[in-house]
């Protein structure tokens, strides 16, 4: 890599937000319980799951 060259992480667009690989698949892997228990639209689904991972983080 050339001196000033960044490495850029790939990102993952899902519901018009840009997130890296690994909460790319948490929000999958979730999204695709919550979708089997309740019937929600994808927006509040976005913020739903936004408020159990910042949970989980918080207990780490």
Request: some cysteine; aromatic content about 12%; overall charge positive.
């Amino acid at each position: 890599m050339k001196k000033g060259e960044k490495e850029l992480e790939k990102t993952y667009r899902l519901f018009g937000c840009r997130f890296i690989e690994e909460d790319f698949k948490y929000i999958n892997r979730k999204l695709k319980k919550m979708k089997k228990k309740e019937d929600m639209s994808n927006s509040i689904i976005l913020l739903e799951l936004f408020k159990m991972y910042d949970k989980e983080n918080k207990d780490k």
